[in-house]
């Protein structure tokens, strides 16, 4: 099989920088351009260039003079947290519609309908599979970007899926959860809400006792967290969203979608299906990634920060599973030199099998 070349990505370093300058502002309100420098390798005066951008637009505010100066974000123009009785206080539209309507109406509708999926979606999944008792939902507009949290005091999401799977880690549910379609309540929910609902948000995370789970859509890639010190009972889903954003609801579903107008199409980053202490060589490794995906019939693999594979995990990937599973067509992306030679290896040998 041909590897598949992906289409020449946007330029995303103005927004990623952007963005990174604004979220390291309470930390960094002396040392920004400095610290900004280092994390993308720009020159003094490249970083200046975007800072001067975001103090225009009133996205950053800067006070003092050449040897003084201190960055600050503008105030809070609306911030709102309130507490609510899972299943007494209405589902999930009926809280959208009294208590997010009033605060967003006035936003942009393509705004509006992102924020309306990713809202409903989350309190639907708190209400039907948190198993608790009470919710804590927050509103705030921080100026240039809207910020939604929605988190429970139930069971936890990632302590549910382990224990539906018979996992014994649960960082494993965290791969599960990005490949799309998969749920514990397969009557009543379709899997899709977190997997659309994190491609939507320019920032998304889910936070469950230690582990955290982000992805970031400016620079499309996903983070697993362990986190020793996090108090978090029950599930947290953090949710920013740029108000400058164009994108539409509609323009995610399509990017996803197959010849048949269905959700049969989704992506995997390779990497998710590596525990921390392990390298890929094994074919449990192999299968761990590739439960579920017969739900599709179309997988790409995004092998992005992943050195090298083993030739057992690549026979198990594109030998015995494309046997087992003819019509989910496997491609893959953003191999280097060194896991492309495996790959095309183990094609080899796929080939030659078929004879």
Same mark, same amino acid.
């Given at each position: 099989?041909?590897?598949?070349?992906?289409?020449?990505?946007?330029?995303?370093?103005?927004?990623?920088?952007?963005?990174?300058?604004?979220?390291?502002?309470?930390?960094?309100?002396?040392?920004?351009?400095?610290?900004?420098?280092?994390?993308?390798?720009?020159?003094?005066?490249?970083?200046?260039?975007?800072?001067?951008?975001?103090?225009?637009?009133?996205? #950053?505010?800067?006070?003092?003079? %050449?040897?003084?100066?201190?960055?600050?974000?503008?105030?809070?123009?609306?911030?709102?947290?309130?507490?609510?009785?899972?299943?007494?206080?209405?589902?999930?539209?009926?809280?959208? /519609?009294?208590?997010?309507?009033?605060?967003?109406?006035?936003?942009?509708?393509?705004?509006?309908?992102?924020?309306?999926?990713?809202?409903?979606?989350?309190?639907?999944?708190?209400?039907?599979?948190?198993?608790?008792?009470?919710?804590?939902?927050?509103?705030?507009?921080?100026?240039?970007?809207?910020?939604?949290? #929605?988190?429970?005091?139930?069971?936890?999401?990632?302590?549910?899926?382990?224990?539906?799977?018979?996992?014994?880690?649960? %960082?494993?549910? #965290?791969?599960?959860?990005?490949?799309?379609?998969?749920?514990?309540?397969?009557?009543?929910?379709?899997?899709?809400?977190?997997? @659309?609902?994190?491609?939507?948000?320019?920032?998304?995370? #889910?936070?469950?006792?230690?582990?955290?789970?982000?992805?970031?859509?400016?620079?499309?890639?996903?983070?697993?967290?362990? %986190?020793?010190?996090?108090?978090?009972?029950?599930?947290?889903?953090?949710?920013?969203?740029?108000?400058?954003?164009?994108?539409?609801?509609?323009?995610?579903?399509?990017?996803?979608?197959?010849?048949?107008?269905? @959700?049969?199409?989704?992506?995997? @980053?390779?990497?998710?299906?590596?525990?921390?202490?392990?390298?890929?060589?094994?074919?449990?490794?192999?299968? %761990?990634?590739?439960?579920?995906?017969?739900?599709?019939?179309?997988?790409?693999?995004? @092998?992005?920060?992943?050195?090298?594979?083993?030739?057992?995990?690549?026979?198990?990937?594109?030998?015995?599973?494309?046997?087992?599973?003819?019509?989910?067509?496997?491609?893959?992306?953003?191999?280097?030199?060194?896991?492309?030679?495996?790959?095309?290896?183990?094609?080899?040998?796929? /080939?030659?099998? /078929?004879?």
């Amino acid at each position: 099989m041909p590897r598949q070349k992906p289409t020449k990505p946007i330029d995303k370093k103005p927004h990623a920088l952007r963005r990174f300058l604004v979220d390291q502002v309470p930390k960094h309100p002396r040392d920004l351009v400095h610290v900004a420098m280092k994390r993308f390798k720009l020159t003094r005066p490249a970083v200046h260039r975007h800072l001067e951008k975001l103090i225009s637009d009133g996205d #950053i505010l800067k006070e003092g003079s %050449r040897n003084t100066t201190v960055y600050k974000l503008p105030s809070t123009k609306a911030e709102t947290t309130w507490s609510l009785s899972i299943g007494r206080e209405g589902d999930e539209g009926e809280i959208w /519609q009294r208590d997010f309507v009033p605060k967003i109406s006035s936003y942009p509708k393509n705004i509006q309908d992102i924020c309306y999926y990713g809202v409903t979606e989350m309190i639907n999944n708190a209400i039907d599979h948190s198993l608790g008792k009470r919710l804590t939902l927050s509103w705030s507009d921080q100026g240039s970007e809207i910020q939604i949290l #929605i988190r429970d005091d139930g069971i936890g999401i990632f302590k549910k899926i382990s224990e539906a799977l018979g996992l014994t880690d649960p %960082r494993e549910t #965290i791969l599960h959860l990005a490949k799309g379609k998969f749920t514990t309540d397969s009557a009543n929910h379709t899997g899709q809400g977190i997997f @659309f609902t994190s491609r939507m948000f320019d920032r998304f995370a #889910i936070m469950s006792h230690e582990l955290v789970y982000i992805r970031t859509r400016a620079e499309d890639d996903w983070l697993v967290e362990t %986190r020793k010190e996090s108090n978090t009972r029950g599930t947290a889903v953090k949710m920013a969203l740029d108000k400058r954003t164009k994108l539409k609801t509609i323009d995610v579903f399509r990017s996803y979608e197959d010849d048949d107008h269905g @959700f049969n199409k989704t992506d995997v @980053f390779v990497k998710l299906a590596k525990l921390e202490e392990e390298t890929y060589i094994s074919r449990s490794q192999a299968r %761990r990634l590739l439960l579920g995906l017969n739900k599709f019939t179309s997988v790409i693999l995004d @092998f992005s920060d992943v050195r090298s594979v083993g030739q057992g995990f690549v026979d198990e990937v594109f030998r015995v599973y494309k046997n087992a599973h003819p019509d989910v067509k496997i491609s893959y992306v953003n191999a280097n030199d060194d896991v492309e030679f495996m790959i095309r290896w183990g094609l080899r040998d796929a /080939q030659r099998d /078929q004879k």
